[in-house]
């Protein structure tokens, strides 16, 4: 039987010009599918899934026009491929003089197609079909039924019916009634899928989407849903990810460096000052000026990215014992902060909510324990005239940019200090100053950031979704950040806007005390980033100068007062 190989069409448009193309088909390559067509074609020959591989090649050369005209040239064109696809691997032992002559005896049989619609009818791509040869793999049916069979019961979970799962489908969730204690049901699950079907599908356990009721036993009721393992599993991190990562870790350096060197604007040269200052000036200025003042700026750079690194050995220290896979992190650059942290995504599918919940706090406290140490040895230290020397003077507009690292500043450097124009401080407080307002900015419940996975952990997805529009909200009227909320709320949609995907057991709740844990840490981030606005630092101001004129006998007042301030 021969192949076709070639074949020519002559295509005649409206206004009566004519052309003639020329097409050859190798049997290896489908001119609309690519490579992708022989891959399909090979792996559905070798099952033996000849109507499958039919409807792959029909949904290539077959438009919606063809499907709904003749039905019985259709018959007669699948009984054709159905003799070639069975004859496929005999008709390739076949000498090369016979594949050439049976090649030639067909091309000298040109075929014309006149018509313009009939031509774009042969050539239409099938959208649905087409989706369906470049989306993820999906869940093999006769893999379904088995599995309908021996794994569920009536002892575990009943199934009523099936939907799609998955991002685009990819995937069957089974729904039906609980027979158990869910979490003892989804472990007599997973193991006796990983016995039936080895370690080629992932079963998830998630919330009846769409439920009327909760489950009899109490709480939601579940569902279980069955990815691959290939689609659902992250993939592994490629050399040019490795790559950018170490370019991003570099200009965080820099941004470090110039922060530093930024600390010390007093003492910086007039021009480089006009430089960073003036919105006016435009020509940059000699940048051999700031050489003498990288030294002293290398301490500043080394606390801000101590705690960024900390913050992520944080993270891998948390993940390590319950056997998560962390990516490298990727540090984001910023003049303002030195960094606006890491992006670090998670390379394997997390076993329940309480590791999420576990692993996304683990790098902001580790981070922000670190940072406020610095901070607070720093003023302690702004204080000691035997360090005088390493003091840097900073506007004391500085201290109104957190209302709770201002007030704390007020405490220990006391009124007189902080009422200057400028404020000498040790550069530790601008490192744990710094570092404190990136760990509350990660804090923040929206999008894929570690506030965002934590609450979406400790409270469900709806949760993320409602805490996300008041972020957005807080973040785009400037109530939280200051001046950086506009370029950190950028940064969210652009980087960290989508929420992180399930876990395996996405319904077992965190616990209260991990929620309590969380709630104040969302307190204690609202604090750091809620500027002090100036008719609070009026009163605050107000109240200090009546204390100062206040008898000294009235000692309950007073210290009332000094606590206030």
């Not at 774009?120 to 999906?138: A, C, H, I, T």
């Not at 610095?374 to 500085?398: C, E, H, K, R, Y």
């Not at 997805?461 to 785009?476: F, P, V």
């Amino acid at each position: 039987m021969g192949t076709l190989s070639s074949f020519s069409f002559t295509l005649t448009p409206p206004n009566g010009c004519s052309f003639r193309g020329r097409f050859q088909n190798n049997n290896n390559k489908c001119f609309l599918c690519g490579e992708f067509l022989l891959k399909r074609r090979r792996r559905l020959v070798s099952k033996g899934g000849f109507g499958r591989l039919n409807s792959v090649i029909r949904s290539c050369y077959n438009g919606e026009d063809n499907r709904n005209g003749d039905r019985s040239s259709t018959s007669e064109r699948e009984s054709k491929e159905n003799s070639n696809l069975a004859t496929m691997a005999p008709a390739e032992e076949k000498s090369d003089d016979n594949a050439d002559e049976s090649s030639a005896s067909i091309s000298s049989r040109p075929q014309t197609i006149s018509p313009v619609g009939s031509a774009y009818s042969n050539f239409q791509v099938d959208s649905f079909k087409l989706m369906e040869l470049l989306g993820p793999e999906r869940v093999d049916p006769a893999d379904v039924k088995v599995i309908k069979d021996k794994l569920f019961g009536y002892s575990t979970f009943w199934v009523t019916r099936e939907e799609p799962f998955g991002d685009l489908g990819e995937g069957i969730l089974f729904l039906g009634n609980l027979r158990g204690k869910r979490e003892d049901v989804f472990s007599k699950l997973q193991s006796q899928l990983t016995q039936i079907m080895g370690d080629k599908y992932n079963l998830f356990m998630v919330e009846e989407p769409n439920s009327e009721g909760e489950d009899p036993r109490g709480g939601p009721r579940v569902s279980f849903g069955m990815l691959r393992k290939e689609v659902s599993e992250p993939g592994q991190t490629t050399l040019w990810q490795y790559v950018i990562a170490f370019l991003l870790f570099l200009l965080t350096i820099g941004s470090s460096v110039e922060l530093g060197i930024a600390s010390q604007i007093n003492r910086l040269p007039p021009e480089v000052v006009k430089y960073f200052t003036d919105p006016n000036a435009i020509e940059p200025p000699d940048m051999q000026l700031l050489f003498p003042f990288v030294d002293s700026a290398l301490p500043l750079a080394y606390g801000v990215l101590g705690v960024q690194i900390f913050h992520e050995v944080g993270h891998f220290l948390a993940a390590f014992p319950r056997k998560v896979k962390l990516s490298i992190p990727y540090f984001i650059p910023n003049i303002t902060l030195g960094s606006f942290g890491a992006i670090t995504q998670f390379k394997s599918i997390l076993p329940d909510r309480k590791a999420k919940v576990d692993i996304s706090l683990a790098g902001p406290f580790a981070g922000a324990a670190l940072s406020f140490s610095m901070f607070t040895v720093g003023l302690l230290l702004s204080s000691n005239p035997s360090v005088a020397g390493d003091l840097i003077q900073v506007p004391s507009m500085l201290f109104q940019g957190s209302l709770l690292l201002g007030l704390i500043s007020r405490a220990v450097l006391g009124f007189t200090t902080m009422h200057a124009s400028t404020v000498s401080i040790h550069p530790l407080v601008i490192a744990g100053w710094c570092g404190l307002t990136t760990s509350a900015f990660n804090m923040l419940p929206v999008g894929c950031l570690d506030g965002g996975r934590a609450m979406q952990g400790a409270f469900g997805k709806n949760a993320l979704i409602s805490s996300g529009l008041a972020t957005y909200t807080l973040l785009g009227l400037g109530v939280l950040g200051g001046p950086l909320s506009l370029p950190w709320g950028l940064y969210v949609l652009i980087c960290q806007r989508a929420p992180e995907k399930p876990c395996l057991n996405d319904v077992t709740e965190v616990g209260t005390w991990r929620k309590a844990v969380f709630a104040t840490a969302i307190v204690l981030v609202v604090m750091t980033l809620l500027p002090v606005w100036d008719e609070l630092a009026e009163e605050l101001d107000l109240l200090r100068s009546l204390g100062d004129y206040i008898d000294p006998k009235q000692a309950g007042l007073s210290v009332h007062i000094e606590s206030i301030c």
